[in-house]
């Protein structure tokens, strides 16, 4: 069991797929409302409060991104978008207008579950509400009043880059950041289109966090971005 | 062009060719009257010495005609006006004569040039009209070649589109019921445990998606005998009421949440059909009229014979079709708003029902349904 009642909302217009995850959350535990319309998924997000919502972009009445936006404007809750077609621009359009993940169908139901595990665990740290000077994500803590960061303690050496890109990460922790929205943050508008930088920064930082390859903490989500998660 | 301009060469007037041609008449003619030239009046040689003039003007113009013209005044004077042999006149009658011949020929010399300018300028015009027009036709055998070219061009493009929103529809659509089943199989491989009918129920979902795939996959299939002309109806004898019968029971996952009320006469004459093809229109239009009933209403599938054929109709309790939804309905790639489905299912009936000389129409019910009716040919004998 991977809950103990998390109200997960499934807005899903594919009956069979709706289905389908509703009974596999169930039998995790989860508490599932479905809703097959873009116009029902928003009604309930704002009348029901769910924990997270698994979003399918492709609905019948209301574009999935518009849906993404219009949630985020009065809910902090992690948005895991589904997309359809795997067509890249759409996701990441989604992450920017405040999904957290995405799964591409079609999607194994075990990876659909751990992204949710991820949202769950860290929905009380999302979004760039939380401006506390300590952030911790597991073993993981960064110091934002000081610059400090430390792994179990011991404290890590990092450049003020590798620091920004850190800290942009660990306050949207469980969250996917698009290259994009990392880039405009840590190097500033004229440098969204280098995710070169990324490349190195977050292969710096592993190294530095001594990452673990087989559970990392700085996930590397394929031309799309990065995100934070506490170790396993 | 080559050609336009020879001919103008060889109707410019030839001052030369003229003058000579007057000279050599003036000559001629003067031999020949001389013999006579105590017996005739000088009138007559005056008039006749005009001939020439009027020669030199037509092929030589306006200069030859003048020069013709004095020098038929000197033959004139020197042949037949007295002393005879040389150019003095002795008579003053004669001097008037003479006066009045040069400006009578010159006059007429002129006249005649200017006329001969006047046809040859016409000629000229009406040739160059003609070339003109001859341009203008090929202009306008280009400009059609173009418009053709156009055609074509707009004709491949659109058949482009058709295979690229071909391509879309398919893989979205072939990938929505795989998604479900590789989510159902990925979750029980993990070892999800379920309560029984639950279980049941899903893999229920795996059988009813899995038959779907196979859907999609018999509409392409026919999609792509209908692009290669291909389709042509093997006829055998069929009774409407068992195909509909093995095709209800076939499909009936698809009417969990709606009724489906078949009423076919048993007195309906046996059909001449392919039985695979009409099988899928059928398939089609109930499962397009599925996708758009609301949970709990009614369908309603019903048959009547008339003269030949048999006319099927389908009724839906769905919101129905709007304008242009209906009079594009079986086009392919037309999907309604927020339809799921590749739209090509109706574009797919449409051929086949055609292909066994039948017609296929959609229509909205007085209440606010959509109807969908085809005819079928009857066995004969």
Known sequence: VDSDGDLVLVIEDERSMARIMAASLQARGYEVMVARTGQDGLDRSAAENPAVVILDLGLPDIDGIEVCRRIRQWSRAPIIVVTADGAEDRKILALDEGADDYVTKPFSMPELLARLRVAVRHRQAFGPFVDDDLIEVGDLVVDTADHQVTVAGARVELTPKEFEFLALLARHQGKVLTHRTILHHVWGPEAVNRTEYLRTYANQLRKKLQDDSSSPRLITEPGVGYRLVARE | ?381
Do not use: W
């Open chain 2, 1 to 381: 062009m080559l050609g336009v301009d020879r001919s103008r060469r060889r109707r410019d007037p030839k001052p030369e060719f003229g003058l000579a041609a007057g000279i050599a008449v003036v000559l001629a003619a003067t031999a020949i009257l001389l013999p006579f030239r105590s017996d005739i009046s000088r009138a007559s040689p005056a008039l006749i010495l005009v001939i020439p003039v009027v020669l030199a003007a037509v092929f030589g113009g306006r200069m030859a005609a003048i020069a013709t013209a004095v020098v038929g005044a000197m033959a004139f004077s020197i042949a037949f006006i007295p002393p005879v042999g040389s150019l003095r006149v002795a008579v003053s009658e004669d001097a008037v004569a003479l006066v009045v011949f040069i400006a009578v020929a010159i006059a007429t010399g002129t006249l005649v040039a200017s006329e001969a300018d006047r046809r040859r300028a016409a000629e000229q015009r009406a040739e160059e009209i003609e070339a003109m027009h001859g341009r203008y036709q090929a202009l306008v055998e280009e400009q059609e070649r173009l418009r053709e070219e156009t055609a074509r061009l707009a004709v491949l493009e659109q058949v482009d589109k058709q295979r690229a929103a071909l391509l879309r529809s398919v893989s979205h659509d072939l990938r929505t019921p795989l998604a479900s089943i590789r989510a159902v199989a990925t979750d029980l491989r993990d070892g999800a445990a379920y309560a029984r009918p639950i279980q049941e129920e899903l893999l229920e979902l795996v059988c009813d998606e899995a038959e779907r795939l196979d859907r999609i996959v018999a509409n392409l299939l026919s999609l792509s005998r209908i692009e290669t002309g291909a389709l042509q109806p093997d006829r055998q004898a069929v009774a409407l009421e068992e195909l509909l019968n093995e095709l209800v029971t076939r499909l009936r996952r698809l009417f969990v949440h709606i009724t489906l009320d078949v009423q076919v006469p048993a007195a309906l004459p046996l059909l001449d059909i392919d039985y695979v093809q009409i099988d899928q229109v059928l398939t089609n239009v109930l499962e397009n009229a599925a996708r758009h009933a609301p949970p709990g209403s009614t369908i309603r599938v019903s048959a009547a014979s008339s003269e030949g054929s048999v006319t099927v109709a389908i009724v839906d309790q769905g919101p129905g079709l709007n304008g242009d939804e209906i009079e594009h309905i079986f086009e392919p790639f037309r999907t309604g708003k927020g339809s799921t489905s590749t739209g090509v299912g109706l574009a797919i009936c449409k051929a086949i029902v055609e292909a066994h000389g039948g017609m296929i129409s959609a229509t909205n019910t007085p209440d606010g349904g959509a109807e969908f009716r085809f005819t079928l040919p009857v066995r004969r004998g």
